[in-house]
T-cell receptor, first 114, second 113 residues
Framework: GENVEQHPSTLSVQEGDSAVIKCTYS??????FPWYKQELGKRPQLIID?????GEKKDQRIAVTLNKTAKHFSLHITETQPEDSAVYFC?????????????FGKGTHLIIQP | NAGVTQTPKFRILKIGQSMTLQCTQD?????MYWYRQDPGMGLKLIYY???????DKGEVPNGYNVSRSTTEDFPLRLELAAPSQTSVYFC????????????FGPGTRLLVL
């Protein structure tokens, strides 16, 4: 099955700086890559996603890039703010592989230092 | 819309006890999922359903059972609770298949002692 690796496990950045979280996946058939943000004690919430026919997608301060050849995708957060502090999860799934859910990375704890 | 709701929020079980975690969605989504999240880990799929009357196993189904008698409800049953089932359980739903956004419930925190 699919395996998703996520790095780093913890990332500390100064407020206003950029943060980058990277994920790799194992199954070349995967073609949907969402990112979820989870605040302490809360549910995961989708912040951005990308499909395999697109190389990059932006939504204000958040962007995701996808390299299908290398089988990796990254989350970029610019001008970080205190409210960006949370755990971020990447995930991957395969279209047509059954509706068998998402395979998640282990998460990155993003800490925004004031 | 309430979205995806789960009950209870928190429960302590003794080893060997059984319980049902409830999940309900009011978005008329066909697809529903159960995940578990262990401390410091990502979410792992337990069971999923593509519609009423249809369920299938995910990555970690052992020790759990599900049913899907209606579109709205997708309960998760633990028959003989074990300490290894201590976790946070999230239910999610989606309109379609793997490329559709999954909406998560607030989670149920389960402690088995």
């Amino acid at each position: 099955g699919e395996n998703v690796e996520q790095h780093p496990s913890t990332l500390s950045v100064q407020e206003g700086d950029s943060a980058v979280i990277k994920c790799t996946y194992s199954d070349s058939a995967s073609n949907y890559f969402p990112w979820y943000k989870q605040e302490l004690g809360k549910r995961p919430q989708l912040i951005i996603d990308i499909r395999s026919n697109v190389g990059e997608k932006k939504d204000q301060r958040i962007a995701v890039t996808l390299n299908k050849t290398a089988k990796h995708f990254s989350l970029h957060i610019t001008e970080t703010q205190p409210e960006d502090s949370a755990v971020y999860f990447c995930a991957a799934s395969i279209e047509g592989g059954g509706a068998d859910g998402l395979t998640f990375g282990k998460g990155t704890h993003l800490i925004i230092q004031p | 819309n309430a979205g995806v709701t789960q009950t209870p929020k928190f429960r302590i079980l003794k080893i060997g006890q059984s319980m049902t975690l409830q999940c309900t969605q009011d978005m008329n989504h066909n697809y529903m999922y159960w995940y578990r999240q262990d401390p410091g880990m990502g979410l792992k799929l337990i069971y999923y359903s593509v519609g009423a009357g249809i369920t299938d196993k995910g990555e970690v189904p052992n020790g759990y059972n599900v049913s899907r008698s209606t579109t709205e409800d997708f309960p998760l049953r633990l028959e003989l609770a074990a300490p290894s089932q201590t976790s946070v359980y999230f239910c999610a739903s989606a309109t379609g298949g793997n490329q559709e956004t999954q909406y998560f419930g607030p989670g149920t925190r389960l402690l088995v002692l």
